[in-house]
């Protein structure tokens, strides 16, 4: 800035204004000089006076009517973070910055996993939104920002605002802890809550919308001022999606009216599992997939458990409730049947039934010191057992009713490559059935398919994209793919891809499942693509078949010295099934085999594995 000289043939100004800055930007210091540029700024072409303690500059300032705005209180830019399992995370974290871009904010939108830690000290406004997985733990792309966070290498971060939006599902005992974790560490580190933090259930749309309208408009008075030309705009998650869908007017909130094609039992006679292949046309609806998304599926309830709930509760079936996206009045059957869960029992349902009934016996349940008590009974009931148990027969219907959840969507890994079957979607689900507390009981999509959906028939639905359980880039690339029983699906949606664009890379399944002659799903496409040499390695285990159980874990430990070859050529491994027991198990068995053929200490083959994930090498689709 020194000996810069303002001349009045090559600047906008006259030879008075151009005398009058000559004499004031040397005098101003670095700060000044700051603050006059963002004030200037911000005031666009507004009139504002300057504050000043008299002189020259106030009064040059003055005679060429710049007149500003008080200073913005924080920063402009904004980081936000996503740690996302499934997407959902992701997907209002976008909606989120497009509307914060929209008033002028500059935005680094991040997932955790790719996000640099020891960026973290710079960042003024930091917005998470977080899932919470399996029990109570964060989601895979959250894992490595989770632990520095919550590590003695967090700096402090007194010069930092936040906001937290937690997504969870009230049916877990640890709802939504991920997120709490990080509000509750971010106060701890110093940290200044922007707004309050927002505990979601399955039915996310309306409170993490209203969160984002909350957090904008914080951000906008903090920051003194809207970008200029930028006008106030409330958001609705659920319409940001369809937007972003751009081909499809079909939405988790609009679902589409799938046809289904065909339904199919892949098990063979005598076996003790029920899986049903299940084709859907998406013709005429403009959803687009890839391998590794998911579809889900807005199933009904049993038709027995509905008719003997309204029996038991002693209501009438006719009697018009509140039902569906926008409120309308249905006849109670038809709301329990299609609109409303009741298979699940959660403690925020529990407490609200307490309340309306009065029983005495149900808050006695709700007291702290029983959680044990209340877990054990809230596990495998449903809300006819609550009806019948605490004797709230009589409770009326439109009193009652609202309490409940929304159905929530079931959400299926896609079986199938669009580019092969432009027009359809496949799924693989399998049917739950089991007896517990002297009922039979039923999943709720699963036996829907099962036993209630023919050819013919539609199922509400709507694509769930995942950008976290992706093929690599380039076709040229090993992959493992590890997927007993329906975790087996996605990897034939990545079998029929890599088919479809001719991809040279090695690929590699390990699939289980209990019998080999009964349960092997998908046998006959797994050994053409074995002949055609689209697969080049497939290992099996089935787990009733031996007198010891073998699991695909056991099969990858057979395989170590190949495995780590893999692993060290750079293939990309991915996990798709359950989580509690299976998805942990075969990380244990990856990071033994890190060990045993690679030398490494514990701790090394944790960071190889950790590496991985970060790298996007190692991903897992677990429920």
Known sequence: MEGLQLQVTNSPFNQEQAELLNRLLPTLSETQRIWLSGYLAAAGGAAVQVPANGGAAAATLASAAVQAPQAPAVSREVTVLFG??????????????????????????????????????????????????????????????????????????????????????TSYEFFCKTGKDFDARLEELGAERLCPRVDCDVDFDEPASRWINDVVEALQKATAAPAPGATPVSVSI???????????????????????LDNI??????????????????????????????????????????????????????????????????????????????????????????????SGKLAELLKPGNEQELRNY???????????DYSLQKLPAGEFVPLLR???????????SQKAYPDEVHLTIRAVRYHAHGRDRFGVCSVHVAERVEPGDTLPVFVQHNENFKLPSSGDVPIIMIGPGTGVAPFRAFMQEREENGDSGKSWLFFGDRRFLTDFLYQVEWLRWLKDGVLTRMDVAFSRDTDKKIYVQHRMLEKSRDLYAWLEEGAHVYVCGDEKNMARDVHAALQTILQKEGGMSEDAAAAYLAEMQRQKRYQRDVY
């Open 265 to 358: 039992n892949l098990n063979g006679r005598g076996s003790d599992r029920e899986t049903r292949h299940l084709e859907l046309s998406l013709e005429g609806s403009g959803l687009r997939y890839e391998p590794g998304d998911s579809l889900g599926i807005y199933p009904q309830n049993h038709p027995d458990l509905v008719d003997a709930l309204i029996n038991e509760a002693g209501w009438n079936p006719e009697e018009p409730v509140a039902a569906g996206a926008k409120g309308e009045r249905l006849p109670l059957r038809e709301a329990l049947s299609r609109h409303y869960e009741i298979t699940v029992l959660t403690k925020p349902l529990l407490e609200q039934v307490a309340k309306l009934s009065g």
């Open 378 to 388: 809230a596990k495998e009931r449903d809300l006819l057992d609550l009806v019948r």
């Open 84 to 169: 996302s399992q499934t997407g959902n995370s992701q997907r209002i974290a976008k909606t989120l910055s497009g509307r914060l871009q929209e008033q002028g904010f500059q935005v680094t939108l991040s997932s955790m996993s790719d996000f640099k830690p020891n960026t973290l000290k710079n960042v003024k406004n930091l917005l998470i939104v977080v899932s919470t997985h399996g029990e109570g733990e964060p989601p895979d792309n959250a894992i490595s920002f989770y632990e520095f966070l919550h590590s003695k290498r967090a700096p402090k971060l007194e010069e930092t605002r936040f906001s937290v939006l937690a997504l969870g599902d």
């Open 406 to 416: 929304k159905m929530p969507p079931r959400l299926y890994s896609i079986a199938s």
């Open 238 to 260: 659920s319409a940001a999606g369809a937007a972003a869908a751009e081909t499809s007017a079909y939405s988790r909130s609009n679902p589409f009216p799938a046809t289904v």
